[in-house]
Nanobody, 123 residues
Framework: QVQLVESGGGLVHTGGSLRLSCEAS????????MAWFRQAPGKEREFAAA????????DYADSVKGRFTMSRDNAKNTVYLEMNSLKPEDTADYYC????????????????WGEGTRVTVSS
């Protein structure tokens, strides 16, 4: 089992920044590719960003590319999502997810999920 706990959500104005963190515990963290998904009210959960187990490769949804940066610190069992130039449409619950070894941007490929952290961007 891998337990994931997100933090860092909150309320921010348009154009502002937030940094989300996700701390993992349980199995060896470096065995897992990690991803961030988000779910806006009334919408399906969607992919935001992913990072390989080594941190050398990243992938982003077009909607966040150039504004969000995902990183990881395997020594701290933590991944981060740096979010800049936030827009009201970024408002959502943000979920951290883990997949054994291989990166994916598909919800159904994830092995473990956190409980989420809420991000609200006011206009």
């Amino acid at each position: 089992q891998v337990q994931l706990v997100e933090s860092g959500g909150g309320l921010v104005h348009t154009g502002g920044s937030l940094r989300l963190s996700c701390e993992a515990s349980g199995r060896r963290f470096s065995d897992y590719a990690m991803a961030w998904f988000r779910q806006a009210p009334g919408k399906e959960r969607e992919f935001a960003a992913a990072i390989s187990w080594s941190g050398r490769s990243t992938d982003y949804a077009d909607s966040v590319k150039g504004r969000f940066t995902m990183s990881r610190d395997n020594a701290k069992n933590t991944v981060y999502l740096e979010m800049n130039s936030l827009k009201p449409e970024d408002t959502a619950d943000y979920y951290c997810a883990a997949r054994f070894l291989r990166c994916s941007n598909h919800v159904n490929d994830m092995n473990y999920w956190g409980e989420g952290t809420r991000v609200t961007v006011s206009s």
